[in-house]
Structure formats: C-alpha cells, structure tokens
C-alpha cells in the first residue's frame, strides 16, 4: 500500500496553509495594508487622503497606470470611461431571463459573466491594448448594468446612461430616475457615494481578487473572470458582509438589545457573529471603517435623517470594544459596519448593497487582473492539497462489496 503522505513528505518542501494565512500568491504594486497598524495604501497613497481628496474616477486611473493623472489625462479617462457606458441591447432580453424576485447579485454574476459572449473575439489578452480597452468596458459598463438589475427587480423601465454626468452621478440617476420623475442628483449624495466606491475599489488580495486572478491565470476572458469575482464577493464572509451588518443593525433595533447580540457572538455554541466585524488582516482598525463612520454622520445630518441604526452602530462599536473577548481577539469594525447606513440613507435596498461593493471592486479586479497578465512570471494558479484520504486500495465488483 503506498501512503501517499509520506510520499508528500519525500518530494520536498510543502506548506500547508488553510486560509492562505501566510502565503503569498503573487508580487504586487498596486495595494499595500499593514494590519497591525491599520495602514492601507493605493500605489503609495494613503487611503483616507484619497477618499477626502479626490475622485472615484482618479482612483481607478490611479489602480490601473500606477500614477495619478494630470487634469488633462484625468479629462480623457473619464471620457473613455463614458464612451463605453453603453451595454447591447440583447442584454436587455437577457435580463427579462431572470425571476424579478432574483437577488441582483445573482444577475449581476449572470450579466457580466454573459459580455464575455459579446466581447470573446476582440479580447487577445497578451495585447495590452486590447486588455486595457477590456478594463474600460469593465468600469464603465459595471455601473449600467448595476443600476439594471435594481431596475429588473422593482419591475421599472431601465434607464439609459447620460454622460454629461459624472461617473457616479450617472450612476444613481439610471438607479433612481423613473420615466415620470427624473431623479435629480444631490451633490452630498454624490459625493458620499464616491466615497464609497473609492473605500470599496481595491483591497490586494482578498477572496474576490485572488479568485480574479486564479480564473484569469488560466487566460480565461477577462469579463467572465470578473463574473468569477463577483461570485466570490457576494458571500457573506467578503462583500455580503455590509448587507448582513445592516440586517443585523436593524434586527438589533435599539441600543438596549446590544448586549444580548454580543453575549450571541461570544458564544462559541451559536454561530452568530458579529456582522461587519473582524478582518483576515486588520488587527488595530480598518482605517476605511473610520472614514465611513465619519461619513456616516455628516450625510445623516446633511439630509435631515435621523436613523436609529446609527446610534445602533455607535453604541455596538463602543460596547464591542470595551470586551474583552473582541480586545482579545483583535476584532474591530470593518468597511461593511457603517457603508450599509449610507447605503439606506441614499435610498438603496440592503440587497444592492453588495453590488455597489462589486461596481466599485472591479476596478481593483481589472487592475489586479493587468498587473497578472504581464507580470513574464506569471502561471496558472494551481494550489496543492495536503490528501487525507484513503490510501491505494483495488476496486471490488458490486456484488462482492
Ligand atoms: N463576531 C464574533 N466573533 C468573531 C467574529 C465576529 N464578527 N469574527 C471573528 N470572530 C472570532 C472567531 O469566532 C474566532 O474565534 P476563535 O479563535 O475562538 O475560534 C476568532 O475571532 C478568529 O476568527 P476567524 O474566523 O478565524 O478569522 P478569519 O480571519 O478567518 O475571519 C472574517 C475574518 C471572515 C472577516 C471574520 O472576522 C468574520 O466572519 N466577520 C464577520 C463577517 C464580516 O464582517 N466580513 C467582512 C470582512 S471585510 C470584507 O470582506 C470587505
């Protein structure tokens, strides 16, 4: 019989590494984190100068080239960007496939896997210029095709891009707008949203973006690989997480329920958690999750709502971190604790929630995606396993088992 363990142990060196906990996976320059000391920096720039500071739009430039676009430069992306908002019109027959009560999630996996059919012969990946001309589809078609899977599932007219707008306002007004009333953008609206897009737009290399790149290893269609990020990032353990927190945040329902909620997540026999709380990497703070909470504040206040769910949210936090279970285990508020009180506040059901996340990710996903494609040492991604099952063993007819 030959133990194949030991035979494992004879080829050499061998990790073995659940989780990817401490593997790396590849050589990046796109995205640094320190979790320790809550650091995280997009080619260089820290995060919460880049979400006060600039624009969605000049992140993604910036995710994509490795620099921050002059004003001209910044002018033609943004052009580029709009010129491809478009999607063909048999994607609108597409989506009349889909159940209207299907979670739009479930669409958006569907939809952007399907412009892999409308864009297979145009796509030589190892051509730069065809990959970047992929990535601008990508970003500007995600929007778009977003703001159609609401609309298929609140049974209204899809609404058709406008590019005088800028990428974000575009995007809430085919979200929002109605043929009888076209929905006027609030600039305090459009700026929290960007907001978030820019905190949501790239995070090295989490579930989603590993996932990304593993299926683009393969030189499978960049549009179809993205379809594969957005499967993995609707999970509740990734991006699901900010469509949980908010469930829970409401479920909770005022601040005295609190400690029967943290007496559940320290339980090691329910396995209820806290939702939006804890991260693989941060182990001090996500410095995203404090600028969300700032901003979580001043657009309640700017446009006059007063939800319970934020004092909810405070209170969690503040009791959270006074325990010694989540101080023990480093458990701290992540992106998706306070984006989901924007989100409502705006207007937008939990169940986009995760969309908006994917909108914003796939700028890190196409840049991620890049950076693979011509790194000269790239391969197929292909994990080993560490086999526990039965040793070499000789098949026996049915009759004699
Ligand atoms: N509530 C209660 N306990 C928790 C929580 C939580 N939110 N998160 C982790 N723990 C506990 C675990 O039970 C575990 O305890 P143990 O050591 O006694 O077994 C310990 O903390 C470590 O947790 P792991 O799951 O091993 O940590 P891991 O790094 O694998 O998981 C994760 C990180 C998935 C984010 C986890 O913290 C979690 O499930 N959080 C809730 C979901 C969430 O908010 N996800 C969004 C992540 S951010 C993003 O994707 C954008």
């Given at each position: 019989?030959?133990?194949i363990?030991r035979?494992?142990?004879q080829?050499?060196?061998?990790?073995?590494?659940?989780?990817?906990?401490s593997?790396?996976?590849?050589?990046?320059?796109?995205?640094?984190?320190?979790?320790?000391?809550?650091?995280?920096?997009?080619?260089?720039?820290?995060?919460?100068?880049?979400a006060e500071?600039?624009?969605?739009?000049?992140?993604?430039?910036?995710?994509?080239?490795g620099?921050?676009?002059?004003?001209?430069?910044?002018?033609e992306?943004?052009?580029?960007i709009?010129?491809?908002?478009?999607v063909?019109?048999?994607?609108?027959?597409?989506?009349?496939?889909?159940?209207?009560?299907?979670?739009?999630?479930?669409?958006?996996?569907?939809?952007?896997?399907?412009?892999?059919?409308?864009?297979?012969?145009?796509?030589d990946?190892?051509?730069?210029?065809?990959?970047?001309?992929a990535?601008h589809?990508?970003?500007?078609?995600?929007?778009?095709i977003?703001?159609?899977?609401?609309?298929?599932?609140?049974?209204?007219?899809f609404?058709?891009?406008?590019?005088?707008l800028?990428y974000?306002?575009?995007?809430?007004?085919?979200?929002?707008?109605?043929?009888?009333?076209?929905?006027?953008v609030?600039?305090?609206?459009?700026?929290?949203?960007?907001?978030?897009f820019i905190?949501?737009a790239?995070?090295?290399?989490?579930?989603?973006?590993s996932?990304?790149?593993?299926?683009?290893?393969?030189?499978?269609?960049p549009?179809?690989?993205?379809?594969a990020?957005i499967?993995c990032?609707?999970g509740?353990?990734?991006?699901?997480?900010?469509?949980?927190a908010?469930?829970?945040?409401?479920?909770?329902?005022?601040?005295?329920?609190?400690?029967?909620?943290?007496?559940?997540?320290k339980?090691?026999?329910?396995?209820?958690?806290?939702?939006?709380?804890?991260?693989?990497v941060y182990?001090?703070?996500?410095?995203?999750?404090?600028?969300l909470?700032?901003?979580?504040g001043?657009?309640?206040?700017?446009?006059?709502?007063?939800?319970p769910?934020?004092?909810t949210?405070?209170?969690?936090?503040r009791?959270?971190?006074?325990?010694?279970?989540?101080?023990?285990?480093?458990?701290?508020?992540?992106?998706?604790?306070?984006?989901?009180?924007?989100?409502s506040a705006?207007?937008?059901?939990?169940?986009m929630?995760t969309?908006?996340?994917?909108?914003?990710?796939?700028?890190?996903?196409?840049?991620?995606?890049?950076?693979?494609?011509?790194?000269?040492?790239?391969?197929?991604?292909?994990?080993?396993?560490?086999?526990?099952?039965?040793?070499?063993?000789?098949?026996?007819p049915?009759?004699?088992?």
């Amino acid at each position: 019989v030959v133990d194949i363990r030991r035979l494992y142990a004879q080829t050499g060196a061998f990790t073995y590494d659940p989780g990817f906990t401490s593997t790396a996976s590849c050589e990046s320059k796109i995205t640094y984190i320190d979790g320790d000391a809550g650091i995280l920096l997009h080619r260089g720039y820290p995060i919460d100068q880049l979400a006060e500071q600039s624009t969605f739009m000049e992140v993604a430039y910036l995710l994509l080239n490795g620099e921050l676009p002059d004003g001209t430069t910044l002018e033609e992306f943004k052009t580029t960007i709009t010129r491809h908002t478009m999607v063909n019109e048999q994607l609108a027959t597409f989506f009349r496939g889909f159940r209207r009560d299907a979670h739009p999630m479930a669409i958006l996996c569907g939809v952007v896997g399907a412009l892999s059919a409308f864009y297979h012969d145009s796509t030589d990946i190892m051509d730069p210029q065809q990959r970047m001309i992929a990535s601008h589809r990508l970003i500007a078609k995600m929007p778009t095709i977003a703001a159609m899977a609401y609309k298929y599932s609140v049974g209204q007219p899809f609404v058709y891009p406008r590019n005088d707008l800028s990428y974000t306002a575009n995007f809430l007004r085919m979200t929002f707008s109605v043929p009888a009333e076209e929905y006027e953008v609030d600039p305090v609206v459009e700026a929290a949203m960007d907001k978030i897009f820019i905190l949501h737009a790239d995070h090295e290399q989490n579930a989603s973006t590993s996932t990304v790149r593993l299926a683009g290893s393969s030189g499978a269609n960049p549009f179809a690989c993205i379809a594969a990020g957005i499967a993995c990032l609707w999970g509740p353990a990734h991006g699901g997480a900010n469509e949980a927190a908010l469930n829970m945040l409401r479920e909770i329902g005022t601040p005295d329920r609190i400690p029967e909620y943290i007496a559940r997540a320290k339980n090691k026999d329910d396995p209820f958690r806290l939702m939006g709380f804890g991260h693989r990497v941060y182990k001090n703070f996500d410095p995203r999750a404090k600028v969300l909470s700032k901003a979580a504040g001043e657009v309640l206040e700017k446009l006059g709502r007063n939800d319970p769910v934020l004092d909810t949210a405070r209170e969690l936090e503040r009791i959270a971190l006074e325990d010694p279970y989540f101080i023990d285990k480093k458990l701290y508020p992540n992106v998706d604790f306070y984006s989901g009180v924007i989100l409502s506040a705006i207007g937008f059901p939990t169940t986009m929630f995760t969309v908006l996340f994917a909108l914003a990710r796939t700028t890190g996903w196409v840049a991620q995606w890049n950076e693979m494609i011509a790194d000269p040492e790239q391969k197929i991604g292909r994990p080993r396993q560490l086999y526990t099952g039965a040793t070499q063993r000789d098949y026996t007819p049915v009759a004699s088992r």
